[in-house]
């Protein structure tokens, strides 16, 4: 898990490339949304094991005792607990793939699919003088998806950080 953590993502960039041309991806959204909803990152792993170990165990055997299988116990009890770091979790992904710029660079090809991250930087024009009124509006649009999510979420986004790593 840490070396996953460790590993820079430039390191992965020819693999993903060639097995995304080989699906048909590129040029679409595909590879900046797909992978990352089902991928499992070493951050995310740390942060939902150090959030389930600080749920008690006693709420595991109180529900083995009233009969509850292993996947009963984590579908009615371990998941709606895990619910602050899942959304942690997807808040961090989302903030993490609205910033991306460089996969959108590799794979989408046509300057109309662009996402807000490579759009912003066609507004900026080093052999002519750049329209910075556009630039620093489009900039603040940009900014608005995420401060929104945030206001939405902000309870579960800071349960989710202040009880991971939590023992109780």
Known sequence: MLASMMLPG???????????????????????????????????????????????????????????????????????????????????SFMWRWDDFMSALLYIDDPYKYPVSLALKLFCD???????????AMATLSIIPIVLIFIFFQKYLADGIATSGLKG
Do not use: H
Request: hydrophobic share 50%; proline share 7%; charged share 10%.
């Open 10 to 92: 430039q390191i992965l960039m020819v693999p993903q490339y060639l097995w995304y041309e080989k699906l048909g991806w590129v040029g679409s959204f595909a590879p900046l949304i797909v992978p990352f909803c089902f991928a499992i990152q070493g951050f995310f792993v740390y942060l939902m094991m150090n959030f389930i170990q600080g749920i008690p165990r006693e709420l595991d055997e109180a529900a083995k005792i009233d009969g509850c299988s292993y996947y009963g116990i984590f579908g009615r009890i371990i998941l709606p607990l895990m619910s602050p770091a899942l959304i942690t979790g997807a808040i961090f």
């Open 126 to 136: 080093p052999g002519s003088s750049s329209d910075y009124g556009a630039m620093f």
